[in-house]
């Protein structure tokens, strides 16, 4: 069992910035990948950003970019998602997801439904 616990989220103009941090306990040894991924009202759940427990290779959705930065400190079983530039259409809730499964190796390659653990979820909103 892991259990995730996100944090981080707020309130930002736009161009400005924020660090979402996604805390990881029980068994993250088991962990094959995680990702930050973000849903508005009504809509469907869209991937964000994603890393490879592995080998540390990471995924961006086009919108983002250049603009964030997915990373992780081991020590602290602690992963990151840092977000400059941030825009009105960045506004959403944030989850962090981790799955497990070994069929793949690469991040980028697991489906939302492949992700076996969610957190809560950050709040994040771009406004002036």
């Known amino acids: 069992q892991v259990h995730l616990v996100e944090s981080g989220g707020g309130l930002v103009q736009p161009g400005g910035s924020l660090r979402l941090s996604c805390a990881a306990s029980g068994f993250t040894s088991d962990l094959m990948a995680i990702g930050w991924w973000r849903q508005a009202p009504g809509k469907e759940r869209e991937r964000v950003a994603c890393i490879t427990n592995a080998d540390d290779s990471t995924y961006y959705t086009n919108d983002v970019e250049g603009r964030f930065t997915i990373s992780r400190d081991n020590a602290k079983n602690t992963f990151y998602l840092q977000m400059n530039s941030l825009k009105p259409e960045d506004t959403d809730v944030y989850y962090c997801?981790?799955?497990?499964?070994?069929?793949?190796?690469?991040?980028?390659?697991?489906?939302?439904?492949?992700?076996?653990?969610w957190g809560q979820g950050t709040q994040v909103t771009v406004s002036s």
């Open positions: 997801g981790a799955a497990t499964d070994r069929t793949y190796f690469y991040c980028g390659t697991y489906k939302q439904n492949e992700y076996d653990y």
